[in-house]
């Protein structure tokens, strides 16, 4: 069965410093994936996919994500964090139609 | 366009009474998600639609829960009779297949319906 894994419940950084946020996937066959943001009292907003091609993926809001096939991971990441970045993040696998989310990463930047 | 429309988006209502929650997905979109979320579970996939047609709805919790698509522009969830653990953020999402009809195109979100069983 296709599923992800977010490791960590929360990450915290200082504004300015970069930011990891880590998924592990396990599929079958060629990964579909996705990242997810969610703000408070919001639903979830689309970031970013790898679907195929160049494995550094470039999303909304200046993130970016590394697909590693080695390592059957696709981290979120992003060069300087924001206060504003601070939301819940989700990672996703594509799997017949639907997407199959992770447990979710609570991003706190501290300022 | 509006994005997803969900409707009402908070909802109190007591033990036993019938709630139901509507969704207008994007126009164009021929997939429909419905989603639940709680602090306990997560994210959860209750039912999607194709084209009007639901395809999985393995993960409607029990029978109390039903859900529609009457057309391509709006679903309808039901709960009958609710119970407090139903309480949780009830989330509406919709997609397009894409030329080459394949559904990993982004999901849009609607901003959910907060649901309070007391």
């Known amino acids: 069965a296709q599923s992800v894994a977010q490791p960590e419940d929360q990450v915290n950084v200082a504004e300015g410093n970069p930011l990891t946020v880590k998924c592990t996937y396990s599929?079958?066959?060629?990964?579909?994936l996705f990242w997810y943001v969610q703000y408070p009292n919001r639903g979830l907003q689309f970031l970013l996919k790898y679907i195929t091609g160049d494995n550094l993926v470039k999303g909304s809001y200046g993130f970016e994500a590394e697909f590693n096939k080695s390592q059957t991971s696709f981290h979120l990441k992003k060069p300087s964090a924001l206060v504003s970045d601070s939301a819940l993040y989700f990672c996703?696998?594509?799997?017949?139609?639907?997407?199959?989310f992770g447990s979710g990463t609570r991003l706190l930047v501290r300022p | 366009d509006a994005g997803v429309i969900q409707s009402p988006r908070h909802e109190v209502t007591e033990m036993g009474q019938e709630v139901t929650l509507r969704c207008k997905p994007i126009?164009?979109?021929?997939?429909l998600f419905w989603y639940r979320q709680t602090m306990m579970r997560g994210l959860e996939l209750l039912i999607y639609?194709?084209?009007?047609?639901?395809?999985?709805d393995s993960g409607m919790p029990e029978d109390r829960f039903s859900a529609k698509m009457p057309n391509a522009s709006f679903s309808t969830l039901k709960i009958q009779p609710s119970e407090p653990r139903d309480s949780a953020v009830y989330f509406c999402a919709s997609s397009f297949s894409g030329l080459l009809m394949m559904g990993n195109q982004p999901q849009h979100f609607g901003d959910g319906t907060r649901l309070s069983i007391l």
């Open positions: 126009s164009g979109h021929d997939y």
């Open positions: 599929v079958s066959g060629n990964p579909y």
């Open positions: 996703a696998v594509y799997s017949s139609y639907k997407l199959i």
């Open positions: 639609f194709n084209n009007n047609v639901p395809i999985d």
